[in-house]
Nanobody, 125 residues
């Protein structure tokens, strides 16, 4: 059974940091690109960051998070992380991780085969 489980969300003040984790099982982790997405109330789900499979040397960041968020992967632990610094009110959303068999990162949500259930991040003023 494929599973992706997000953790690390919570309430944080603006300017603070959080680290999200996406722990996976049930598929060959290193062969999959992993993406982090978010969905705020009343808005469409959007990609935040993505990392390619294998060594994860290729990454993508949405313009809104460049310089503040860092995605990384640990193939030995089947886990991807999203370090979020300098958080803003507009970062408030449910954050999801997803796996794509494309291996190289993609911003096309339809290419992601497996999804987690999400973790809530709330940034307060």
């Amino acid at each position: 059974e494929v599973q992706l489980v997000e953790s690390g969300g919570g309430l944080v003040q603006a300017g603070g940091s959080l680290r999200l984790s996406c722990t996976t099982s049930g598929f060959t982790f290193e062969d999959y690109a992993i993406g982090w997405f978010r969905q705020a109330p009343g808005k469409e789900r959007e990609i935040v960051a993505a990392i390619s499979g294998n060594t994860g040397g290729n990454t993508y960041y949405a313009d809104s998070v460049k310089g503040r968020f860092t995605i990384s992967r640990d193939n030995a632990k089947n886990t991807v992380y999203l370090q979020m610094n300098s958080l803003k009110l507009e970062d408030t959303a449910v954050y999801y991780c997803a796996a794509s068999s494309t291996r190289f990162w993609t911003i096309d949500l339809s290419k992601y085969n497996f999804w987690g259930k999400g973790t809530l991040v709330t940034v307060s003023s």
